[in-house]
Structure formats: C-alpha cells, structure tokens
C-alpha cells in the first residue's frame, strides 16, 4: 500500500505556465520534504514543512512555493517554470526530525516535470 | 554540516556479497548515517541506518567503525535486482538529510 503519494507520476507544462504538483500521505508524519532530483544529480532539497512551520532552504530559487493545508497533503507549485526547472520532484515524510533522531524519510515515487 | 564521500560507481557479482564504503568523518557524535538506494526513475528506497553499532535487517548489514568516520554497506548475495545508485547520508543543521552523489553499483551476471 502506497504510503506517500505523488500526483502525477508525469506533469508537462509549458515554459511561463504555472504548475503545481501534489503529494499526500497516509503515515501522519509531522514532517513533509520536496526534493529536485535533475538528470544524473542526486535529490537536492527545496524545502520543508514541520506540522505548519515552513522552512525554505537558502538557495531554493523565489520561484518555487509550497502549500501544506493540512498534516496529510503537501503541494509544489512552481510560478513561472523555466527549461531549467525540468526534473523529477520527490516528495518524502518523516515523523519526526531526521538526522539525529532515530527517524527516516519516506519517498514517493516522484513527479517527472517537463517543461516545453 | 556533516558531508559523505562515497565511490562513484562499482560492479559486484550476482550471488557475491557487495561491500560499499562510505567516509563521514566530520559525523558529529550524535548523527545517524542512514542508506538509501535509488532504481532507475523511481523514488528513494530506504536500506538501513545506524548510529554507533552494527545493524542488520533482511536488507543488508551497516558496518559502522568505531571513531564513526566511515561505514559499510553489505549486499550479503547480490541480485540483478540490487542495481541502483546507492547514498549514505548523514544529517545537516537543522535536522535535515542531504543526498550526496552517490554510488552507481551494478550487479553484474
């Protein structure tokens, strides 16, 4: 059973046009994470919700906001999509803070973006 | 912040025990390090995690050295399944995780 839910696994967009890309999960983790994954990079984090409090990474471009109405949906909603933004964006759950806690993360199986 | 140096790419035999190193020695003492694995196009799928003793599970066994500075993954009897790009990680300020770039292992017939 699908634990952390991306929709949907293939989004294309136009350059300029906005799009938003969802996650949900089932786990009720306090904690929800967008990662971009470009060709051949590893998972890079954007940024990440614990329960409310938001919490953007420094180089995570304006571009790039996130909505989490309640603990089981989070969402990527990218503004103004360049050639560049074309990735796969991996959503992940934890229950508590990873890292320093005998925690770990939960990965959906992603949303492929291209951008034409 | 805690950083981990990992080989880029390896093969290993199908039925062979795969060994797969990693070095962390900026670890700070009460960082996990933690095993993903990522199969063509799909998400990350955890492996195991350890903070100072060996763990096991019916995955694979984490080598973890005494001073903490570098650990092992085992692939006790690799499959053609087992090809992926493999991360150790540790955590970073504020209690996040950061992927590395990771070792390409492929399981070779």
């Known amino acids: 059973d699908a634990m952390v839910i991306q929709n949907p696994r293939y989004q294309v967009t136009q350059f300029g046009k906005p799009v938003t890309l969802s996650c949900s999960q089932t786990?009720?983790?306090?904690?929800m994470y967008w990662y971009q994954q470009k060709s051949s990079q590893a998972p890079k984090l954007l940024f990440h919700?614990?329960?409310?409090?938001?919490?953007n990474e420094a180089d995570t471009p304006d571009n790039f906001q996130s909505r989490r109405p309640n603990t089981s949906f989070c969402f990527l909603d990218i503004r103004s999509p360049g050639l560049g933004d074309a990735a796969m964006y991996l959503c992940?759950?934890?229950?508590?803070?990873?890292?320093?806690?005998?925690?770990?993360?939960?990965f959906g199986s992603g949303t492929q973006l291209s951008v034409l | 912040d805690a950083k981990t140096t990992q080989p880029p790419s390896m093969d290993c035999a199908e039925g062979r025990a795969a060994n797969l190193p990693c070095n962390h020695s900026?670890?700070?003492?009460?960082?996990?390090v933690y095993w993903y694995r990522q199969i063509h196009s799909q998400g990350p799928q955890y492996i195991i995690h350890?903070?100072?003793n060996n763990e096991t599970n019916e995955m694979a066994s984490l080598i973890i050295t005494e001073d903490r500075k570098s650990s092992t993954l085992i692939l006790p009897h690799a499959t053609l399944r087992d090809t992926a790009v493999y991360y150790c990680?540790?955590?970073?300020?504020?209690?996040?995780?950061?992927f590395g770039k990771g070792n390409q292992v492929v399981v070779i017939p």
């Open positions: 992940a759950t934890s229950r508590l803070w990873t890292g320093i806690s005998n925690e770990k993360l939960f």
């Open positions: 919700y614990y329960d409310k409090d938001f919490n």
């Open positions: 900026t670890i700070s003492g009460n960082e996990y």
């Open positions: 350890g903070l100072k």
């Open positions: 786990l009720n983790h306090n904690v």
């Open positions: 990680i540790v955590g970073y300020g504020n209690n996040r995780l950061a």
